[in-house]
């Protein structure tokens, strides 16, 4: 009887291995072989096979990448938040890399994106059809990148997630603590993914794509509950001390006002651990004490 040849594992590099990429290359290590890419390797999770490199200098990928990718995921952050850094961290370092990848073809390359390119401010629901036209600069330019990978030579797919909430991003539920949140009432609507859910949904993606299975080119990653500001700011105040507002607390949000549909994102079998604020804020002050 022939043995049968054992299928070679997938491999996956997470260009951009920071606080969301590395959690997102965590969680990819049981499918594949996974190499994380950053400027400092050795700071790359356990599991996962550093590469140093600097997406800013083309010079210091020559070399570098395996042979062989089946998926890329680009998740960078801009290393200075003005118009340039934005640029450089979703335009010019895609591009940077692009060309620096091995003329094999990809499974699948994926963009992590933001809902801040979305420019209503009417309450409206926003999913993956309605109008992206950002007035600030930092949106135009993240759409500016969206439109460098799904215009590759690669099957693309961009991933636009609300804000990233969770035990490492703990700003805003400080801020509401220490009295420096009193949001007008009504205040605008806010959109907000768990963190845990944040690298769980490209995880998620990426093994579908991996397995063969037809995915969209764009999904709205954010929870099952958009939710005016002021009502999550008065929930925190009911289940944890908090200061009075000081003078010059924060009034309102920074995004416009208006509701993000998660359902193509749902529709693909995706299930959230936190579907609301509520299970990830209340997990996060019982961990206070």
């Not at 594992?9 to 590395?22: D, F, H, N, Y």
């Not at 118009?83 to 073809?105: D, F, I, R, W």
């Not at 909430?165 to 009193?182: D, K, Q, T």
Request: charged content about 25%; some cysteine.
């Amino acid at each position: 009887m022939a043995m049968q040849k054992q299928k070679p594992r997938s491999q996956i590099l997470v260009a951009g291995c920071g606080k969301l990429g590395g959690a997102i290359a965590s969680r990819l290590t049981r499918a594949a072989t996974v190499y994380g890419l950053r400027r400092n390797p050795d700071q790359v999770p356990e599991g996962v096979h550093g590469i140093g490199a600097d997406l800013s200098c083309p010079e210091t990928l020559k070399g570098q990448l395996p042979e062989k990718l089946d998926v890329v995921i680009y998740c960078l952050t801009p290393s200075s938040y003005d118009e340039q850094g934005y640029h450089a961290a979703y335009v010019t370092g895609l591009k940077n890399l692009l060309e620096a990848l091995p003329e094999s073809s990809l499974t699948r390359l994926f963009f992590v994106s933001s809902s801040s390119v979305y420019a209503q401010d009417d309450d409206s629901w926003v999913n993956e059809d309605s109008a992206a036209q950002p007035t600030r600069f930092s949106g135009r330019q993240i759409l500016q990148g969206e439109a460098t990978a799904l215009n590759s030579s690669y099957p693309a797919t961009v991933v636009r997630y609300s804000g990233i909430y969770g035990p490492s991003r703990r700003r805003f539920l400080e801020e509401v603590i220490a009295g420096r949140m009193n949001p007008v009432t009504p205040a605008p609507f806010s959109n907000r993914i768990h963190e845990v859910d944040a690298a769980n949904a490209m995880a998620w993606l990426a093994e579908k794509a991996l397995d063969g299975e037809v995915i969209d080119n764009l999904y709205l990653a954010s929870d099952c509950e958009p939710v005016r500001l002021d009502e999550v700011v008065e929930w925190v105040r009911e289940q944890v001390p908090c200061a009075e507002p000081v003078p010059d607390a924060r009034k309102g949000g920074r995004a416009g006002s208006k509701r993000c549909s998660n359902r193509r994102l749902l529709d693909s079998g995706f299930q959230f651990r936190y579907p609301d604020f509520r299970t990830g804020y209340r997990e996060m002050i019982d961990s206070l004490s």
